[in-house]
């Protein structure tokens, strides 16, 4: 059965040459995730669905939490008409499971 992961989470940017867009996975959700899982640096390959969009994309383990964190595309941020700040709801499917 495929494992599926539903939450809400504010939207955040990592400020650098090019800015990256995240949500970041609740703990015990990240905690769930376990060593088989996982491919180079802790990634995970993952189905998301995100209002009308759903694209296949990977989730990995930020340093400072621990927490897996998701990369939000630009297509998705404004075609969504996400802010950075607010809360978005998410459903992640693990895919290699």
């Given at each position: 059965m495929p494992i599926r992961y539903d939450f809400r989470s504010e939207l955040w940017v990592h400020i650098g040459e090019n800015p990256w867009y995240f949500v970041t996975m609740p703990p015990d959700q990240s905690d769930e995730i376990t060593a088989p899982m996982r491919k180079g640096f802790?990634?995970?390959?993952?189905?998301?669905?995100?209002?009308?969009?759903?694209?296949?994309?990977?989730?990995?383990?930020?340093?400072?939490?621990?927490?897996?964190?998701?990369?939000?595309?630009?297509?998705?941020r404004l075609g969504a008409n996400l802010e950075v700040g607010k809360?978005?709801?998410v459903a992640i499917r693990l895919v290699d499971v």
């Amino acid at each position: 059965m495929p494992i599926r992961y539903d939450f809400r989470s504010e939207l955040w940017v990592h400020i650098g040459e090019n800015p990256w867009y995240f949500v970041t996975m609740p703990p015990d959700q990240s905690d769930e995730i376990t060593a088989p899982m996982r491919k180079g640096f802790g990634s995970v390959r993952v189905e998301v669905k995100l209002g009308t969009f759903t694209w296949l994309t990977t989730i990995f383990p930020e340093a400072k939490t621990g927490c897996y964190v998701l990369p939000i595309k630009k297509q998705v941020r404004l075609g969504a008409n996400l802010e950075v700040g607010k809360p978005v709801p998410v459903a992640i499917r693990l895919v290699d499971v």
